[in-house]
């Protein structure tokens, strides 16, 4: 049989020297592997090396860089099992920031949504569509910068300014009077926003194994379900307000933009920057952590720019445009039902208050979908199958829309929900990038494209909806119904390709044809290496 074969192995030491990658040269024979044989420039590893090397009386580091076990099971839960009491810290003080931070996005978002229930209804044309493209357009503009922000310098310090200049900006919502004056805020609200799910997916993956990591993210995403809620609430309230001086939508803007500032500021002083500076957890705790994220071979930070990681990315990883394509087509029914939900179900023949109140139930179905299937990944990492199955309600919630008449109100407004599933499978696209991107720089900048192909269908998509349409919009309806049909056979074609690369367990694993070595191989994950460069590195399709 094929797999059986031993892989051959020069009897001479072989340098590996990785060209995509100076500085990193990393020697080894057939007969012997240890963390000595590492030649790497200290500002090229990880912090996580640095940190255990300097804490050497808490870790046997050569023990514990030499070998590593690559079963299904320990690569998706790990090895090392951490204190309950470390993980409860980790999820009492870090996981909060993560949801609150996710929160605050998705609150914005689904204001603006309100809004257009409220007094933005009187906006022309087109112009309510041009808000949110516009704000799209300005976060593609700045991700790529506040990336390299992250990259480069504290991620808690990063996020804590530009969260403070959301809030400053979702505030001066309140004084605009004028079109022109929406679309500037909007400009700069899509520009400081950008930095809130790119960090977010970073420090989940610092902190945590993977299975814990789709978990935590399944946590602090169901925060879009309940930003519709809060703000389906607050919107409902200030629907009973009719002031003079000002409006009960800028009241609202304000309001929310004030709470969203002195968050940024406790976000500023009080979220660490990676598990080696964690003001709440002693050394030891520190150590447990980074043995229990070990397998995960993904390492946790490194503030070295590395121009190769990102042409490994775009022009040597084969999974990178099959992803982003993958990105586009499943968020354009996020960018159409994030931005015209109210108005879809106004056409249902709902008024203003009944439509006000018929988003909340889209927040509860966004959090249980987002909640059961992140909690399957996490117990089983079947993330092709899962994701495919989120696809099927969306098609058919279109198909039913596109076949029914707006006088049923009940039944449109049922298939409305339905789209959210296929909306729901971003939360699938972040746990993918953390469990299948090895290399900081690669991983920030893995993150960040995908984030921008969530804008770039959030800019296409609004503007299917055109006034003409009205009150039907049949092509923007075709669209979200071939969008998320061809999301299927894409997502397939992901998974194979993920498969094929898991040819490395058999390269390795027979390495030593014996049972107890078989899935026992030596390990880099703290070199900052790329998951094409770890020949140990293992894809979860």
């Known amino acids: 049989m094929e797999d059986s074969k031993q892989p051959e192995f020069k009897e001479e030491t072989e340098s590996l020297d990785f060209k995509e990658s100076p500085g990193v040269s990393i020697t080894t024979t057939h007969s012997t592997s240890s963390a000595s044989g590492f030649d790497i420039n200290e500002e090229d590893a990880d912090v996580a090396l640095r940190f255990l090397k300097e804490n050497k009386d808490a870790v046997d580091v050569e023990a514990a860089n030499k070998v590593t076990d690559i079963s299904n099971t320990a690569i998706l839960h790990g090895t090392q099992q951490l204190d309950p009491k470390v993980l409860r810290k980790l999820d009492r003080i870090v996981l909060p920031f993560l949801c609150a931070i996710y929160l605050f996005m998705f609150l914005d978002k689904a204001l603006l949504n309100y809004a257009a229930a409220m007094v933005l209804k009187n906006l022309k044309g087109n112009e309510f569509s041009n808000l949110g493209t516009i704000f799209s357009a300005a976060y593609i503009f700045m991700e790529p910068i506040v990336t390299y922000l992250i990259q480069k310098y504290p991620l808690s310090k990063v996020l804590g300014i530009f969260i403070c200049l959301w809030g400053a900006v979702l505030a001066c919502h309140s004084a605009c009077k004028t079109y022109a004056s929406l679309m500037v805020v909007r400009t700069l609200l899509g520009m400081f926003e950008s930095s809130s799910a790119v960090g977010c997916i970073a420090i989940s993956g610092m902190y945590y194994t993977k299975s814990e990591q789709s978990a935590r993210i399944g946590y602090w995403a169901i925060q879009a379900g309940t930003g519709y809620v809060i703000g389906g609430l607050i919107s409902f309230g200030f629907l009973h307000y009719h002031g003079t001086e000002f409006t009960s939508w800028q009241i609202m803007f304000l309001i929310v933009g004030l709470v969203t500032v002195l968050f940024g500021i406790i976000v500023f002083f009080f979220l660490p920057d990676n598990v080696t500076n964690a003001w709440f957890l002693s050394d030891d705790e520190k150590v447990q952590v980074l043995e229990h994220i070990r397998n995960n071979q993904t390492g946790v930070e490194n503030k070295k720019f590395k121009k190769e990681h990102v042409i490994e990315l775009f022009l040597k990883d084969k999974l990178t445009w099959p992803m982003l394509l993958l990105a586009i087509c499943s968020q354009i029914s996020t960018g159409s039902i994030g931005n015209f939900s109210t108005t879809i179900t106004a056409t249902f023949g709902f008024d203003s208050y009944e439509t006000a109140l018929l988003q909340l139930p889209i927040g509860a179905i966004t959090a ?76 920030i900048f893995r993150n960040a494209s995908t984030l921008v192909m969530t804008q770039l269908a959030n800019i296409i998509a609004p503007q299917m909806f055109r006034v003409n349409t009205a009150p039907r919009y049949v092509p923007a309806k075709i669209a979200l119904l071939v969008t998320q049909a061809v999301c299927i056979p894409l997502q397939l074609y992901i998974g194979w390709i993920s498969k094929k690369k898991r040819k490395r367990d058999r390269e390795m694993g027979q390495i030593e044809n014996t049972e107890e070595n078989s899935k026992v191989v030596q390990t880099y994950e703290f070199l900052d290496l790329t998951d094409i460069q770890n020949r140990n590195f293992r894809y979860i399709y």
Do not use: E
């Not at 249980?368 to 117990?379: P, S, V």
């Not at 989120?390 to 339905?418: E, R, T």
């Open 368 to 443: 249980i979908i987002i909640f059961i299937t992140t909690q399957m990944l996490a117990k089983w990492g079947q993330i092709t199958l899962i994701s495919i199955s989120m696809y099927i309600p969306s098609i058919i919630g279109c198909i039913v829309m596109l076949s029914m008449s707006l006088d049923h109100k009940i039944a449109n407004l049922f298939s409305l929900y339905l789209l959210y599933s296929g909306s729901c499978v971003i939360t699938n696209l972040y746990i993918w990038n953390s469990w299948n991107t090895s290399g900081y720089c690669k991983r």
